[in-house]
């Protein structure tokens, strides 16, 4: 639209904290959220639903519901048998307006296939998103791994290899509100949920520059991850490899694949904007 | 939430086409409509924009477009550091409520991962919406491919190998409807605009199973496609593979790629719901 000359201008980072959105409550657009809602009360467990079930789901009447129902299906959003609604794939278009505002995303999925072929682990990109981390580029490795993840797979921070490198880009004062607010939950038997533990966990992974969980949240699964800088040297992202039963621990782990990962990372960060 | 056993109900298809949304202007919620402009104001080439910026993309006043960017900022939707508004990750949520209702997305991104592998051809499967295709999923193949697609990409249907075998699912007349109303562009040399040579084409597709565009999208971009089909044999989705500057034509690439593209399609089927 615009011809002036684009300026510098803030970019989606992995850990970046905006202004507050404290506002009066007589400027909350209500409608909107509660249309939101509605596009979000259709998932794995509820491909299609009633009128009904939809406005019990959302906690509408259902006038109420149909209202937001048809305005979607007017829209393109939603579509209807007439007893049933379900989604359109044009509601992708609202889910990838975010990951198209990343510049390095394509780039970074291409990346996440390149190194889970030659590792046949599973490879993620991950920034923080509050309290955990949301996956922006996601690559299966081989057939054998059985993990159920995707673009938009949304995991706790403190128990996932990706999420306590992130964490680790954090300010102390940040770091510490995030392990004092989030339900600490004993995943596995083996999940650290003790806050110095993890504030130690995480800063280890600052100082290697690379972490490694086990078994942290589910049993059998390993993961390690490390950072994928700017060349401000700001964490615009972290990037894992996670597989079941690794033959090796911790040393193992990181001599088997930490090259790979490396060299990813380093990809990556060479298709950043400068 | 509901106890009672789950009924069978219709699934988002490749080319379910359902009632009309026409209904009394009175019921339509305006300000989800602008909520969702408002998303979608943000890309690739605006990831981040001013109130003013946001404003006069979607057409409305800075007063409006500051309630709906609030909003979205108190949902979690969207961030800003006082002068400039991005969306968050959690905006991901959206768009993979639709992908989450189409019960087998998952595991055809690993049956799409694997043929890329396997060939070095982009693999997509996308299904029709509206005008276009929607690709649900999308592997790069070999790194000399310089397709730029993704899990939400949409192209037009008609130049498309997958269009064509989408296109060959829709009742005659649907498809007579989509060959007058879209707009056929002239993309390449070599696209075909004419209604009549396409619907041939499309009929061909059908005859044959599979679909093969060569330069029809962009010069040198050759793709070929047949239908995935659920137990039922109603079309659900289609597969295609995607090269630059092929060495064969038309029965080549049939020859070449065909075997691999009906192992994916029959294992892709092999997930979906019985």
Not at 21 to 42: C, H, N, Q, T
Not at 191 to 197: A, F, K, R, Y
Request: aromatic fraction near 8%; hydrophobic fraction near 45%.
């Amino acid at each position: 639209m615009s011809i002036k000359p684009e300026l510098p201008r803030p970019l989606p980072l992995a850990t970046r904290t905006g202004v507050s959105f404290d506002f009066p409550k007589s400027e909350y657009v209500l409608s909107l959220e509660r249309g939101l809602a509605v596009i979000r009360a259709f998932n794995e467990r509820h491909p299609s639903r009633t009128l009904s079930e939809v406005a019990q789901a959302v906690g509408l009447t259902r006038a109420a519901a149909r209202r937001f129902l048809l305005t979607l299906g007017a829209l393109g959003y939603v579509e209807s048998d007439g007893k049933y609604y379900w989604l359109r794939p044009q509601t992708l278009e609202l889910g990838y307006a975010y990951l198209a505002s990343v510049p390095w995303w394509r780039y970074g999925q291409r990346v996440a296939d390149s190194v889970a072929q030659e590792t046949g682990c599973a490879c993620a990109i991950g920034v923080l998103d509050r309290d955990s981390v949301a996956y922006l580029a996601y690559a299966f490795g081989n057939s054998t791994q059985s993990l159920v993840r995707s673009v938009g797979t949304r995991l706790p921070a403190y128990c996932t290899a990706i999420g306590r490198v992130l964490l680790g880009a954090l300010p102390e004062e940040e770091l510490d509100v995030y392990l004092a607010s989030v339900p600490l939950e004993q995943l596995t038997p083996h999940t650290v949920v003790d806050p110095q533990e993890l504030k130690s966990a995480v800063r280890q992974a600052v100082a290697d520059g690379y972490a490694i969980v086990a078994h942290q949240l589910e049993p059998g699964l390993y993961s390690i991850a490390m950072p994928v800088r700017d060349r401000q040297g700001a964490m615009c992202a972290a990037l894992s490899l996670s597989l079941r039963d690794a033959p090796g621990k911790g040393a193992a782990l990181a001599r088997d694949y930490l090259p790979a990962l490396k060299r990813a990372a380093a990809d990556i960060a060479s298709a950043l904007p400068a």
